[in-house]
């Protein structure tokens, strides 16, 4: 789905803090949205840990994926933050930089 609506944009990154934190049940999204919020501030997505080998039925695109390092992204403006978890407690938050 991510692909579908963002096709090839070159200044999306993917990340999942979950694999820093675990699964967090219904504090997730709020926690997930704390670990990107940073980046309005210093522009660097922070990395997915842990990853060996991509599936390779994830359509999301290797560029896309901030895998096992930070990626600096310059000015960033928006956060998507789509949380999914157990018992179908879900959230998706799309969050923009203040600006006066």
């Known amino acids: 789905a991510i692909r579908e609506v963002f096709g090839n944009c070159e200044r999306l990154a993917v990340n999942n803090t979950k694999s820093f934190i675990g699964h967090a049940m219904g504090a997730a999204g709020a926690i997930e949205l704390l670990g990107n919020i940073p980046a ?34 310059g000015e ?15 959230s998706v938050l799309i969050v923009k930089r203040f600006t006066e």
Do not use: K
């Open 76 to 90: 960033v403006n928006y956060i998507l933050n789509n949380s999914f978890g157990m018992l179908g407690i879900n």
């Open 40 to 73: 309005f501030q210093d522009g660097i997505a922070h990395a997915t840990i842990n990853i060996d080998q991509l599936d390779p039925a994830c359509h999301c695109g290797a560029p896309q994926i901030v895998a096992n390092r930070p990626r600096q992204m």
